[in-house]
């Protein structure tokens, strides 16, 4: 149990759709990030929030958004839905800073399908 | 490009075997390096945390070991039973900025009864 919890755990979506999923991280747990796994992969970073700021992005276009709230939510927003964009999108949280290498803990992810 | 590279990418092995699990990443200025567990379909849970400062960790029948001069990082598993069955990922932060971890591809792991 890592105390970070994801909803939906599964959802289809068809192509050009707007999809939002959602985490709720520990109390104190003040960095977020987000993660798209493909089959067979390890996960990519999306990007990170800390303290309601996004302040890191990995390779992923701007139809990639979050927002991070102030009671430990999250959430990460996909427009423009393309097939594959089809993943396990993972979040994961960790204590304090973004830089004091906490260990980072994840949640069991949402699989979005996309047709 | 930072890369994180896992070998073997399977490994299927007999119970009670000890085993060795390995990470490669192309940039030594590492932050820190982690060991993470999945099972199928379900999220990561990790397992050690190794600081850019460390040479190992260790956690039960678990022993992570990191030599950033040749960018590796081996996962000792002894006395490997089945429940040790999983996807083993390995991922590396590297330092000066806020750019979330790159993992390997992983490497699956089934241990025989």
């Known amino acids: 149990e890592t105390g970070v919890t994801q909803s939906p755990t599964h959802l289809i979506k068809t192509r050009g759709q707007q999809v939002t999923l959602r985490c709720s991280s520990q109390?104190?747990?003040?960095?977020v990030s987000w993660y798209q796994q493909a089959l067979g992969q390890g996960p990519q970073f999306i990007f990170q929030?800390?303290?309601?700021?996004?302040?890191g992005r990995g390779n992923f276009p701007p139809r990639f958004s979050g927002l991070q709230f102030p009671n430990y939510s999250s959430e990460l927003n996909v427009n423009a839905l393309e097939l594959d964009d089809s993943a396990l999108y993972l979040c994961a949280s960790s204590l304090d800073r973004p830089h004091s290498g906490n260990t980072i803990y994840f949640g069991e992810g949402s699989w979005l399908t996309v047709v | 490009k930072q890369e994180v590279t896992q070998i073997p990418a399977a490994l299927s092995v007999p119970e009670g075997e000890n085993l060795v699990l390995n990470c490669s990443f192309t940039d030594s200025a590492i932050y820190n390096l982690q060991w993470f567990r999945q099972d199928p379909g379900k999220g990561l849970t990790s397992l050690l945390l190794i600081q850019s400062s460390q040479r190992e960790q260790t956690s039960g029948r678990l022993n992570a070991s990191l030599d950033k001069s040749s960018g590796r990082s081996t996962l000792y598993i002894a006395a490997s039973q089945p429940g040790d069955s999983a996807t083993y990922l390995c991922?590396?932060?590297w330092g000066g900025g806020a750019d979330g971890l790159t993992f390997g591809k992983g490497t699956h792991l089934i241990i025989q009864p």
């Open positions: 929030y800390y303290r309601e700021e996004e302040n």
């Open positions: 109390s104190g747990h003040n960095t």
């Open positions: 991922a590396v932060k």
